[in-house]
């Protein structure tokens, strides 16, 4: 297993995610005759070399090195993120679940067709209404995402409660159906039969024997949302215009400043990639298949 | 223990109705179901695919699928009625008084909790905690006859075999000493030697507990060794009753009747006539049946039988029987011929001449020897009969002919003295179409886009080599020559019951003529009327066609029906190669000692029981010397475990891969006369 | 063989079951609420596409210098914007576009991602490894991102939006249809079709191809409503459907900055349409799965 994370991960951040744009870069380069003579190759490895010691370029725009922006951004990002994944983890799951231990029931229904339509809606359009509901009509909550300078922390919350919503919204549906059918096919299974039969309290079977089995799929699926999550981030911070790694490299593209967006993406890739990993390694850890599978 | 219980039915079933809620509509599945258990008894409940067995099981412990309901009737466990109990009552009575052990016990044992676990939860049910719990557990490991239980606590299912799992299962269901045991096919899908370690382990562990026992299979061999008494369940009605002896020996209904005579028994072989068969199907779940069940099927039906249905007659001695003319039932009259044209011996070259043919795959970095230094040859209109357990190599050997796996270097393949290329791809036409096969599962083997006319058509154009109006002609003559008509054609796979598909796959194997046909348990999906049908036929194209048998089962007993050749795998290696009754009737190599005394007989003529002890070894990683060493109850020194003994000539044809000579074996083995089921 | 050699033996009784198998899926589809739902809400949003500019109030172009930002009345149902254009005439005919842009970049997704899912799925090996990992690699980009580079790279138009959505998703399709096809390659008439010497062409797409088509239209349909996704959220970011298009995501592109002010029903009502397409798409998507999977 760790071989394979090995084998699997760096490919997909460093070769495989870069790769597609390495001609990207090459094109601008040209473009921008800077280090055209060097073989590309060459130029990607220096810039990998010196991305990871701290040195991400200058932006063109700004005319100034671009690691302080991507960080400061990516911070920004985090924060963003981290509520709404907070939030929609044990949602999500807890709805999945909730929904299949009423299969087909009318609570069932709603947490289904809810979940598939408000994740199947884009984050702006989630965005514009909630903005209409809690920001313009309501007047709770406000409706751009930067707080003042110098506010506390629960402030800084209050700020980016209406940003992680539609983003909440999109991930909702989808962990919550991969809940679903994980628990279905568990409670389904000959083991929970097993485990009824042999007179367990109905608790006792759901916690120790069904919750298990039905969730290891779930957590695999949570890491690779992480790619659609820093996609909506795009749309989120234009939206609320915050500062933050997608309105950073949606204005990077629209100036055309290459360094700031190769870093801008490199820094996603990093992120996803860990995120992959993680959700390898609790895999693992929970899967005794996987875990001593070289036993047998 | 004073028991209450005693004077009680352990388990009674009346007039029990169960309907599965398919589009909208309920379907029955038991039509008022009558059955009684009583305490300490044990009682074997057969019947084909779709006849309800497995509901019966599913109803008592009240765990039927969702779209199942209990239609009426009742279900008495120990004189509680389980259908008025609440659901923390029926919690208890799961904990405390039925347990049920199913098939395929891989998804029965939770795969993320230890072995161990999984185990003391029961015994923390009952307020056994800690050590104490853990201790319980083990002993409970050591009554199931596993050794090493301390380390089988702390494993996860994954790593035990098929035939360890099982055992688990069986001690996670005795574990809270319960008065009703369901076992559910609790053997279905094991290697024969496994199986019969597991039956003989239920059948001491009857004589140790209490428990009474329902036993569901549709091996009716296995519960004749089992049950004390047995019951036939047809379109979920009870049809025939009484003590197994009476009914297998003396059965009187129709369908009883004529699922015996399905059975290739007694060393029956091909050349001895045919099989009898059970005409038409099963009817449908939920069918409208007016009259008599069985009736459409049923040579002996009047008009009476298709209007008036039968009650359970009761014949005396306990014995029922569902058919107004019990007392004829023997006299059913067969619905295939047994007579067939006689085919005279021929003296033919070899149409096929293996020669040390080898396959190694690699397996975690290790060479996995699939197949080692087989040789055989086999004569026009032949059978070779390939024998063995999983991991023995004989699926390999069949994909090796095929060509659809390249062999090592060095052996051959001899098709009509021609050598034929390792590789399908470089192998002529002619060739290509010589070899074909008839795979086990037709659901896998018939492509479910296309039309039976297409899949047929296909293999006679690319096969056969024809086209237009020759096709169609031929077409015609091989759709009735597997006894298919032209309404079949325009259907697709799924729209076909298990046999007709079979057919269908047959129909297409001899598309072009082949001399070799390969059967890779061609049967073993099917039912035993429909096997016995398909068996027949096979017989039939090859008496006509002189075509030549690879024939792959694990079932002895049809092996013999059609095999003139028996090779016994082990391993990857031939242990014991020979003509057909050569092999049965011995003396033989101890593995196919082994084997013929693990298939559990009808008529329980055992006389002499050899069981392998431990696990089949893995072919990545066997034995030193004679690979069957660690298993051999015949074993007779460190010559065995450290030289792979030569396969030697015992008599004129027949070669047996064993240290211990041939006069010896004979010696050792004569004592009793060992007969397949 | 001949018949007449053959023993009196009864043919065989059919056990012909009713419906074909695509019928069945017909069947449960035209009893499914949702697919029902959802087809209706679709076909409103095609009719008003290929309709709407003649049933429509105003000319969804014309501007009205004096009737700007008007909230909603008898004269204008949804307002107007702030170039005095009419709302409501503009949602009916913002359709067209984004239903021309999404089925295409569908269609092409699905071709291309079928034609390379069969291909590296039934010739494994080093070639899938390869197109695999890479293709894995593509997902893990938001398609967002790997669309804003590309039409930065080769400017906007709705050719260059149907090629980006089209290529980004094709990975995606190709990776169901790679894992259908090798499930399907392992059963046994595929080995039936090589014991007949039938080239790779052949058992590719006669032999294996018919079968997986149930999971590649299931893909497709929920690909469709990722499509209609992606253009919106392009559209809106201003990579998309380019002005004067009175489409959805770009008239909240050139709105929303005047949400503060509450003239709401310059966004409401377009996002409320995108969202009921979306939403439509999805339902009929999720139709089509069932009536597969049951």
Redesign the interface.
Known sequence: MVFLGGQVLPGNVGRAILGPFADQRAVDALNHSLGVDRPLLVQYGTWIWNFLHGDMGTSYIFRAPVAPFVIDALGNSLKLALIAFVLVVPIGILGGVIAALNLNRPLDRIISLGGLSVTVLPEFVTGIILILIFGVWLRWLPIAAAWPKGAGFFTQIYYLILPSLPLFLVLFGYIARMARSGMIEALDSDYTRTAVLKGLPWRTVIWRHVLRNALLPTITVIATQTGYLIGGLVVIETLFRYQGIGSLIFTAARGKDFPMLEAGILTIGIVYAVATLVADFLYSVLNPRIRLGAEQ | MTDPRQATNALELKDLSVAYRVGRRDRAVLRNLNLTIKAGEAYGLVGESGCGKSTVALSVVRYLPRNGSITGGSIALDGKDVMKLDAEALRRARADSVSMVYQDPGKALNPSLRIGRQLTEIFELAGTTGQAAEDKALAMLNRVRISDPASVMQRYPHQLSGGMQQRVAIAMALANDPSMLILDEPTTGLDATVEAEVLDLIGQLRRELSASILFISHNLAVVSNMCDRVGVLYAGMLVEEGSTKDVFNDPRHPYTVALLRCLPRGGQRKDQGRLDTIPGFLPGIGATIVGCAFAERCALATERCRAEPPPLYELGDGRLSRCHYHDKAQSLPRATPAEIPAVAPKRAPPVLQVEGLNKTYASHGRPLRAVKDVSVSLRPGETLGLVGESGSGKTTFARLLLGLVPPDEGGSIELDGKKLAPRLASRSEDQVKAVQIVFQNPDSALNRSHSIRHILSRALKRLGGLSGKALDTRLEELVRSVRLTDRHLAVKPRQLSGGLKQRVAIARAFAGDPRIVVCDEPTSALDVSVQAAILNLLADLQSKQDVSYIFISHDLGVVRYLSDKIAVLYLGRIMEFGPSEAVFSGPHHPYTEALLSAVPKLDRSESARIRLDGEIPSAANPPTGCVFHTRCPRKIGAICETQEPELSEAEPGHTIRCHIPFAELARLQKPKTMEPA | ???T?????????????QR??WGEVLHTLLRSP?FLTGLGILLFWVICALLGEHFVPYDPLDADIINTLAPPSADHWFGTDQLGRDVFSRVIVGSRDILTVAPLATILATIAGTALGLVIGYFRGIVDDIVS??L??????????IA??AI??LGTSKITVIVVIGLSFAPIIARTVRSAVLAERE???V??A?????GALHTMFV?IL??V?PPILVETTVRL??AI?AV??LS???FGIQPPSPDW?LS?SSN?GM??G?F?WT??FD??A??SL??G???VA?GVHGAFND
């Open positions: 063989m001949s018949a050699d053959s023993p009196p033996l009864p043919a065989v009784p059919d056990a012909v079951a074909s198998p949702t990992r890479v894995e690699a593509f997902m893990a980009i938001p398609v967002v991102i804003l580079l930065v790279a059963l046994d008439y080995a039936a090589k014991l007949r010497h039938e032999e018919p079968n088509i409503g990722y996704f919106a959220t809106f970011m201003g995501g909240i929303y949400i503060g509450g709401w966004v409401l996002a409320l995108i969202a979306v939403i798409v999805n339902l999720d």
